[in-house]
């Protein structure tokens, strides 16, 4: 007998810590009847007595999860977009996508970029020492 009221103890105590530590953690607006001061002052005098009533009366339940979402994924969101926002998105999307194409053409060009050369240069003719030099030589 003497063990079965041990053990009886130590659930109530485990139950008593759990109700206090639940109490304490809940935010204000999930307390129901009385306030959140109210609530702890009932689960620490009345151990058993108050948790039990804390879980059956005062705790209450969240109306609906904070579901956080991606813009994109929230059919809310979207619904509020306008149909002239997402064209223009997607033609600025358009327009991204040709620049990156032609800048990946550029790259992919195995050819070396040709060297710019001047009207009056031929580059073939003439010594190279003389080349660029104006006016007699003597």
């Keep these: 007998m003497a063990r079965l ?44 007595l108050g948790g039990i009533l804390w879980f059956l009366i005062g705790r209450g339940r969240a109306d609906k999860p904070v579901l956080l979402r991606a813009p994109d994924d929230d059919p809310e969101f979207l619904g509020r977009m306008s149909a002239s926002a997402r064209a223009d998105q997607d033609e600025r999307i358009r327009r991204l996508e040709e620049e990156l194409a032609q800048l990946d053409s550029e790259a992919d060009d195995p050819r070396p970029p040709k060297p710019k050369t001047e009207p009056g240069d031929d580059p073939g003719k003439g010594d190279d020492d003389t080349r660029g030099q104006r006016g007699a030589v003597g």
């Design 5 to 48: 009221l041990l053990i009886l103890a130590l659930v109530a105590t485990v139950f008593w810590v759990y109700t206090i530590v639940d109490c304490a953690v809940q935010p204000p607006n999930r307390h129901r009847g009385v306030s959140k001061p109210a609530w702890m002052a009932i689960v620490i005098l009345l151990p058993v």
